[in-house]
């Protein structure tokens, strides 16, 4: 054990560890999770500390050789050498200034080592005065959420458009197949099983969409902010050196933001995202359901696709398979807007200067950026890529349905085309047989009215056919 102590008194902390005494008291103060902060994140701070002693070294206010052990130790952290070594609970108070501390310390300590002294020895290289100068919790753990969530986003944003890709392949796949279209869960009119994974392609766009616009404001730091936003104790070349300093690091181009006290002060940012992974949860939530109602059977539901099996679905039913994968990203889902109403709660109670709930935030946000990221991938790879037509189940339920005959409507008018469905749910007979029947069409123009190719593009379905037929002199009976 070596003995540390800050302004609080003295705390024992073992000799191998990298953290301090700061981290320690964290220890005891926050036991709630059990959980520690991401990798992303660790890396996230090493690279913000890493600019810091860049900055400062720049600007003459830190020794170089002080600095050149501190930007040493901080890509080691960076590379994910001391991950083990961030031990604070993800969850606690002081707006995160003991994660911002635990990773001080650890850089501390690994360039004190580098350059041949012993851990603890403060008085040669300070958690405090080199590894946080020029800073602050307040602009540091603001900064780590940014790059971290840029970090979690830009493999979201990877995977949403991979899935796109499998929809939009399937799309094409089952440009063809007629099946019956569905509103209040009742029969509709047709449409193509294209048409609908077409659909899911641009929904999964929207949210692309959405979310790199929400992500571009990550890209404004409060970095040189310290305290309350009024920069003290950063000079103002170290302002401008720090951001880019991060930007040369990460390969990205951050800003310093306009007004470093707003930046300070709100986290709207991260409201916004967390509700735009929200909407995007509820697109997928509905896409995930759509799959297991047409999934649903096999002898006993619909039945019009058939989605890989991945498992056993049951330990008593044999040969039973679930749709896990929809399932599993309806869960996955569901955590989502639970944590966007825990991240916004968080936002809303900032006061003054600081909104002090951002760790919480920063674990919500997080957790809802990785999840949902693993989630897509999972479904995309087995469950959609997978999906199979059923092709004459499809037929079926289209030959069977009564929603078709509103194809009739512009053909035999609304009165004609609602007895002809009264008259096929009373005695279970088909539409076409009763309207042959009736002799409300020729047999002809029934078949080009009700082909499913024309139901389901924009138009009269058949209008143009028919006008061509009495161009040949061939008897018709539409009103078209």
């Not at 890989?308 to 749709?323: E, H, L, Y």
Request: with cysteine.
């Amino acid at each position: 054990m070596r003995v540390e102590k800050d302004f609080l008194g003295e705390v024992q902390v073992p000799d191998d560890v990298y953290y301090g005494v700061q981290t320690m008291r964290a220890i005891k103060n926050f036991p709630i999770t059990g959980q520690k902060i991401y990798p992303e994140m660790i890396k996230a701070l090493g690279t913000i500390k890493c600019a810091c002693a860049m900055a400062n070294m720049s600007t003459g206010r830190m020794d170089k050789k002080i600095g050149d052990a501190l930007v040493a130790a901080c890509k080691e952290i960076m590379a994910g050498k001391f991950d083990d070594q961030f031990v604070t609970d993800v969850i606690q108070g002081g707006a995160g200034t003991s994660i911002n501390m635990n990773s001080n310390e650890v850089a501390v300590n690994r360039a004190l080592e580098l350059i041949g002294e012993a851990k603890g020895r403060y008085d040669i290289i300070s958690p405090n005065d080199h590894a946080n100068m020029a800073q602050s919790t307040n602009d540091v753990f603001p900064t780590a959420i940014r790059l971290t969530s840029i970090t979690l986003g830009d493999r979201l944003i990877a995977e949403l458009k991979e899935l796109k890709k499998a929809f939009e392949a399937k799309a094409e796949e089952f440009k063809t197949v007629i099946k019956m279209g569905r509103t209040h869960l009742q029969d509709a009119v047709p449409v193509t099983l294209g048409q609908e994974f077409a659909g899911y392609a641009n929904v999964t766009q929207r949210a692309i969409d959405r979310i790199e616009h929400s992500l571009n404001h990550f890209y404004t730091l409060n970095m040189g902010a310290t305290a309350v936003g009024t920069g003290l104790n950063a000079e103002p070349e170290y302002i401008v050196a720090v951001v880019k300093a991060i930007s040369e690091l990460t390969g990205k181009e951050f800003k310093s933001a306009g007004n470093l006290i707003d930046a300070t002060q709100n986290c709207d940012e991260v409201c916004e995202m967390s509700s735009v992974l929200k909407a995007t949860a509820f697109a997928f939530i509905k896409i995930a359901n759509d799959l297991r109602l047409m999934a649903s059977g096999p002898k006993c539901g619909w039945y019009e696709i058939k989605l890989p099996a991945r498992q056993p679905g049951s330990s008593i039913m044999p040969g039973k398979v679930n749709p896990v994968m929809a399932e599993v990203l309806n869960q996955t889902c569901y955590r989502v807007i639970g944590n966007d109403l825990t991240t916004s709660l968080a936002v809303e109670n900032g006061q003054m200067e600081l909104n002090v709930m951002e760790p919480v935030m920063a674990l919500g946000l997080f957790e809802s950026l990785k999840i949902l990221a693993n989630a897509v991938g999972a479904f995309r790879e087995l469950c959609v890529v997978g999906i199979e037509a059923n092709v004459e189940r499809c037929k079926e339920l289209v030959d069977n349905s009564f929603g078709i005959c509103t194809a009739m409507l512009p053909h035999i008018g609304y009165y004609p085309s609602s007895m002809v469905v009264k008259e096929a749910v009373a005695t279970g007979r088909p539409v076409k047989d009763l309207i042959h029947e009736k002799g409300l069409v020729t047999d002809k123009e029934m078949e080009i009215i009700l082909d499913p190719i024309n139901m389901t593009s924009p138009g009269i379905s058949g209008k143009a056919q028919i006008e061509e037929l009495r161009k040949q002199g061939v008897e018709t009976k539409s009103k078209c």
